[in-house]
Each structure stands twice: as structure tokens, then as C-alpha cells.
């Protein structure tokens, strides 16, 4: 296949990097994939070493590229969860091909990098 | 599928996430998978925007992971090739699926984000 990568314009290619790429993107949505609708401090107690900020702002990403659905319920104390969309929900057998390569693949890091 | 998400520790999932995330690293691997070995200067015209304290950082991490291969020409002027390993083409499949998976959803895109 033939790509154009031009991360400063949205084509298919780099929609799909922006979304899969980033430290923290392909965690979070693991993370959702599994559990359906999750809370805030739940996503941050399970990946181990985001900050608040990040964490934040990765999820206003995502929300932008119309891959997670943010849910405020008005309750006191204001409960939020997160879930994925439909074009979310269409990414986890990707994310599950994936962490199946890093299975089969692993064997091929050195062993000193973390 | 349960995710343990611990970018600290190395298990298949963390070794995936981390050599399929980060901003540039998808796009690296699509341009290799199209094009065979290909020079350092053409990878960096090819990336736009990409500086080259960035691109030498990310193949240098791709190379400690075992997913694409630096050879060096001993030639007057010497010349460096970067191509995929076995374990980087097995790659290939997944990232044209990741491209097409982004056909299909970019009409979740809002449209204010780049």
C-alpha cells in the first residue's frame, strides 16, 4: 500500500495514526475495550504513571476524533464515564490483533529497553 | 480481552502499544512497508514535519525493539539503510488494517481537528 503521511493533513492514514498513536491512546482505549463505561479516576488508577493532565487531554482527543463517548450524569457528587462509540467499538479487534503481534513479537526486543 | 497497562513494566501488550504509539512511529512503519530500505533523508522529506532529533530518536527506538534494521554502507559518501525486521513486516497486515479501519470512521471526525 501506498501512503501519504502528512500529519498536518486529516486523510485516512494519519486520522488513523492520530487516533492509534500517542503514549497513551492505545492504552485507554484497552482499557475501555474491556470494561465498557468507565469512570475518570478509575482510567487514571489503572494506567499506572499518567498525570491528570494528560490523561485529560487524551481523552478530549479522543472525544474530538469521535472515537470515546464522554456521559455526564447529574448526580451529586456529578458522576462521568467514558465509553466507546461505534467507531471505537470497531477498533478492538484491532487493539486484540495487536497486543497478539506484541505477543508473538516480544522475543525480538533486546531486553534493555523499557 | 483484560489489559494489565503498565508502560513500566514490558509484557506483550506494553511492548505493542509502545512500538505501535508515539506520534511518529506508525508513520515510520507505514513508509518502510511500502518502500523497502529507504535512507534516512528520504524517510525525514517523506515525514513532514518531522525534525531530525525526533526521527533519529524513534529509529533508534525501533531498532532497541527489534522492529526495523539499520544497515550501514561502508561507501565514500556512507550510506544508511533502514528496513523492517521479520518481526516489523509482520506488522504490515495490521497497519493496512488500522488505514482501512480509518476510511471507514473519519466521518466520526468532527472536523475541527487536525
Request: charged share 20%; net charge negative; with cysteine.
Amino acid at each position: 500500500m501506498k501512503y501519504e503521511v502528512d500529519l498536518t493533513q486529516m486523510c485516512p492514514a494519519t486520522f488513523a495514526f492520530h487516533v492509534i498513536g500517542g503514549k497513551w491512546n492505545l492504552p485507554i482505549l484497552a482499557l475501555l475495550s474491556e470494561e465498557g463505561p468507565i469512570r475518570y479516576n478509575e482510567l487514571k488508577r489503572r494506567l499506572n504513571g499518567i498525570t491528570g493532565t494528560t490523561l485529560t487531554h487524551c481523552l478530549k482527543d479522543l472525544i474530538d476524533y469521535g472515537i470515546i463517548h464522554r456521559e455526564q450524569y447529574h448526580e451529586v457528587p456529578p458522576r462521568v464515564e467514558y465509553s466507546l462509540t461505534p467507531s471505537g467499538q470497531e477498533l478492538v479487534p484491532l487493539i486484540e490483533e495487536i497486543v497478539a503481534w506484541g505477543a508473538n513479537n516480544i522475543h525480538a526486543l533486546g531486553g534493555q529497553k523499557v
